[in-house]
């Protein structure tokens, strides 16, 4: 009922508003503004006991602030109500525009839920529109630009109780206490975005921060790293231009930084390994290569390739970490020389020799050559050439072989199988090795096998010793790596046999070629300041597809042992 002062009493409340509102947009924090929104609620409408439920990012509800009872305030604050539980008092009792507010004689339902609540004691009404203890109002507060439910995200509930005039609010009451969940719904949204913003700004100089000491600790690790570091351009017209070098490639390469910024890596690589540079991966991309000094010698490397990448821009630069490994490969190619060569004479041993005698035959004859429509079945793993393949295990690699000297074997085609293999690919661009046909020569070239057996070698070993005998084997050595060509092979099969391997080769050269290297043998041969003589045996084998090297050797080997009967025992030697 209005009396004549209930203008002035609504002017005194605006006031009060205005201020309460005031302060909630002045607070300096979120947990300020939640707790200036409750304590505006007990100073500036009139209710003893006020509650800010918060909304968390997983739906629950949680007392964020209390005011009017510092006992329910130590009980309550904290703690979380299930959003199910709020849900069902949201849709319970009278909806008074967009507060809801539950009278006791529905509410009792909720008084064993999730939800934190503060009891208050009291008489029971004695009026209609008395508030009873048991008594619920709630305003929900909505992130809208107009109040309602229903064009908003609900981002709290304020929770009132005790009226200090003992009813329960009228209209002006509750128009006021609804204007007031909305401002305040904005002043929490408010201040939550200033929350943001400043951790935000915070972690935002943090990452600077540490952005800054990650450029230092790069750089000093880039500067200081005992091994060679450069930064090249990635992509576009100057892909792989260095950037930057470290001392230690600069000192590696002998060259100074500023004239390293006119090279890419692929102007300082060795020709022979430019490919290897360009099938290594950018990301994760390792290579073993040998880079130019500015003496024009070559150094081997390993080279490690990552990316630095730019989140905006992706992939900028090239980071390649290079390492001197010229030690460990000299190590590793005076072991791999060890291994394929012979330790007395520095020539290719026997396993070497079936190596590079392998990689030139295939156990395909040349008769069997497949056709157009074989080989395609073949490449489809059809018909008989593709189990043939399949039985082998596929094609081999294709490792080339270098001699003593510099001396290659004639593997000119690039088809290497290893010893003893006998695997080929239908879609191979093997070169077949035959034999020239007949016993005259017919003008047809071939890989001729030159066994070679020493006569007389036993005696030098009887009458002068085993020191005596190693000396005329490295001499003799030497005298059949001058008489054959460059690319032809000539390897120590074992005692005093040696084998000659010479390609392009017809009948008639092949025999010029065993005269020569046995006159090359006949002259004496000094020995501890005596001369000694010992002559040659040679056999002629040919290789040719359909052959495995072992039996190549063979035939040549027989094919010595038929030219040393044919000759009188004391022919065998020159002196």
């Known amino acids: ?66 005011a009017g009872n510092s006992a329910a305030e130590a009980l309550i604050t904290g703690r979380v109500g299930s959003r199910t539980s709020w849900d069902r008092r949201l849709n319970m009792g009278e909806a008074w525009g967009d507060l809801r507010f539950i009278p006791h004689t529905e509410g009792w339902v909720l008084d064993d839920d999730d939800v934190p609540q503060w009891y208050t004691e009291g008489p029971a009404p004695r009026f209609e529109d008395e508030w009873h203890p048991s008594d619920r109002l709630f305003a929900p507060m909505y992130t809208a630009g107009v109040s309602g439910a229903s064009t908003g995200e609900l981002i709290g509930v304020l929770s009132v109780d005790r009226p200090r005039n003992g009813r329960r609010p009228g209209a002006w009451g509750r128009e006021a206490l609804q204007m007031y969940a909305f401002q305040a719904a904005i002043a929490i949204s408010n201040a939550r975005l200033r929350a943001n913003m400043q951790r935000a700004l915070v972690r935002l100089e943090r990452e600077q921060q540490a952005l800054r000491a990650s450029e230092e600790s790069f750089r000093q690790a880039f500067e200081y790293a005992p091994s060679g570091m450069a930064i090249a351009e990635m992509g576009g017209d100057q892909h792989g231009r260095i950037l930057r070098t470290n001392d230690a490639l600069c000192r590696l390469l002998g060259r100074p930084a500023s004239a390293m910024r006119r090279y890419a890596f692929s102007d300082l690589v060795h020709p022979e390994d430019i490919g290897t540079l360009l099938r290594t991966s950018a990301e994760g991309g390792r290579a073993e290569l040998r880079l130019c000094r500015r003496d024009n010698t070559y150094v081997w490397v390993s080279l490690r390739n990552s990316v630095v990448a730019d989140a905006a821009d992706g992939p900028r630069f090239l980071l390649t970490h290079v390492e001197d490994i010229e030690e460990r490969k000299r190590r590793e190619l005076q072991l791999a020389h060890r291994a394929s060569h012979d330790s007395l004479t520095g020539l290719p041993n026997s396993a070497e020799l079936r190596s590079r005698l392998g990689s030139r ?16 079945d073949a490449a489809y793993g059809h018909g008989p050439y593709a189990d043939r393949a399949a039985e082998h295990g596929g094609p081999a690699g294709h490792d080339g072989h270098a001699g003593e000297n510099g001396h290659v074997s004639g593997n000119g085609h690039g088809f290497g199988f290893g010893p003893g293999s006998e695997a080929y690919d239908a879609f191979d661009h093997h070169v077949h090795t035959v034999a020239p046909e007949g016993e005259t020569d017919d003008g047809a070239k071939g890989l001729a096998v030159l066994f070679c057996d020493l006569d007389g070698f036993k005696s030098i070993n009887d009458r002068f010793g085993h020191n005596a005998g190693d000396a005329v084997l490295i001499e003799v050595a030497r005298r059949l790596t001058n008489g054959v060509r460059d690319g032809d092979t000539v390897a120590r099969l074992g005692g005093d046999e040696f084998v000659v391997l010479a390609d392009g080769l017809g009948r008639a050269d092949a025999a010029d070629l065993a005269v020569r290297l046995r006159n090359a043998i006949i002259p004496p041969i000094r020995v501890d300041g005596r001369a000694v003589r010992v002559g040659a045996s040679f056999g002629i084998g040919w290789a040719q597809c359909g052959m495995t090297a072992d039996e190549v050797l063979k035939s040549a080997d027989e094919r010595m042992y038929v030219e040393k009967r044919s000759r009188p025992k004391q022919h065998r030697r020159a002196g």
Do not use: F, K, W
């Open 1 to 66: 009922m209005e009396t004549e002062s209930e203008p002035y009493v609504r002017l005194a409340t605006l006031r009060q508003l205005h201020q309460v509102m005031a302060d909630m947009n002045t607070a300096r924090s979120l947990a300020d503004t939640l707790q200036t929104v409750a304590d505006g609620v007990v100073t500036g409408l009139g209710y003893e006991l006020a509650c800010v439920n918060l909304v968390r990012p997983d739906g629950d509800l949680v007392v964020a602030a209390l």
């Open 361 to 376: 035959i295939c156990r395909r004859p040349q008769a069997e050559v497949p056709g157009a429509v074989e080989s395609l």
